[in-house]
């Protein structure tokens, strides 16, 4: 280490030097007593010691409000959102999914998870104009095997489902080409991914969506019910991994979740906010939430409630709900949508008086 290239009292250096300190990470490990016993320094020179050396290992430094308010760019990529291709599903998220943090698509079996996670690989490769952020995106798969089939019917289906934007921009876009497809099936494999495999593809500008699919399952038979401790642990370090992705490439995170039967009220209260009238919360529990940004809930409408005289009223294909469960910037809401040859799209439903 050249201590020479901190800007310290040439006293406080030559002292380090003396006591033969190697490495920042030796003076760290080190408390305050036992510096000053090894460098014969002042306890005032310690704590300036202190302070330069752990000053160096801050990445980002402490911003005010006026600096992040003059920072336009910042600003604008903070807002940004990227569109999932409908306008009545942009409408609820006003805009789109947030470009940084993480969010949180959970839901019943057939509830149309996937589906959405599909139309957003093709959504992020539109222009900035279309809602799109123009790179690709990686699918990261922890169960099942990647839906190939049906992500060629989308990308076919593409002109008639995106009407809004032009047949020659359409035409220009390579979809198949940006969809990047990762397994990973447990743990370790999954973490070595996201730290090493998606770091470098987001270096490179080659994806601006992330898609997770599901973290449910990574956890389901590696911990048992005395080992929550250690899955607190494991949630909380890729929680972080996966917000420093997000903000460090302004990288929307998409993870799918599944969903557990509540055992009591207090457990649909903490996961859902009182949302949802179904005793069923997301997987994962409370450490999990407090990773998040945003979470959406989607939902089958039973035929009960399709039915004349039901909740709501729709012909045609099965309704599906996708509903806001929490978020800084929306209140809780929700809307109807069907899944199609073309897409996801959301429709209008008539309630009855």
Not at 5 to 30: R, T
Request: hydrophobic share 40%.
């Amino acid at each position: 280490m050249d201590w020479d290239q901190f800007d310290m009292n040439p006293k406080v250096i030559a002292a380090v030097k003396k006591a033969n300190i190697k490495s920042v990470k030796e003076i760290l490990n080190l408390s305050g007593a036992d510096l000053q016993r090894l460098t014969k320094l002042s306890s005032m020179d310690v704590q300036c010691l202190l302070k330069t050396v752990s000053g160096t290992l801050r990445k980002s430094c402490v911003l005010t409000a006026l600096q992040l308010y003059q920072d336009k760019d910042h600003c604008t990529s903070q807002h940004q959102k990227l569109s999932l291709g409908c306008s009545v599903l942009d409408s609820l998220l006003r805009g789109g999914i947030p470009v940084v943090g993480i969010t949180e698509l959970a839901g019943e079996s057939s509830a149309g998870k996937t589906q959405i996670s599909l139309q957003l690989c093709l959504s992020v490769q539109y222009p900035y104009e279309y809602g799109g952020l123009e790179s690709g995106a990686v699918y990261i798969c922890t169960e099942d095997v990647f839906p190939n089939k049906r992500l060629q019917q989308l990308i076919d289906q593409q002109h008639t489902f995106r009407a809004d934007v032009p047949f020659d921009v359409i035409q220009k876009i390579k979809f198949g080409n940006s969809v990047f497809i990762e397994h990973a099936a447990d743990l370790d494999t999954f973490y070595n991914c996201i730290a090493k495999r998606i770091t470098l593809l987001l270096s490179r500008g080659m994806v601006r969506l992330v898609v997770i699919d599901s973290m449910a399952a990574l956890f389901r038979c590696e911990f048992g019910a005395k080992d929550s401790v250690m899955k607190a642990r494991y949630l909380q370090t890729f929680g972080a991994k996966l917000h420093n992705l997000s903000s460090r490439f302004r990288t929307p995170i998409l993870c799918i979740n599944q969903v557990t039967d509540a055992v009591d009220e207090t457990d649909v209260a903490q996961s859902n906010f009182g949302l949802l009238d179904k005793n069923i919360s997301p997987a994962l529990g409370l450490t999990w939430s407090n990773q998040l940004l945003m979470r959406l809930m989607a939902c089958r409408i039973t035929q009960s409630e399709q039915s004349p005289g039901g909740a709501l009223q729709h012909t045609g294909s099965v309704l599906r709900t996708l509903s806001v469960v929490f978020a800084p910037h929306l209140p809780q809401s929700f809307c109807c949508y069907a899944v199609n040859l073309e897409g996801v799209k959301g429709v209008k439903v008539k309630t009855p008086l």
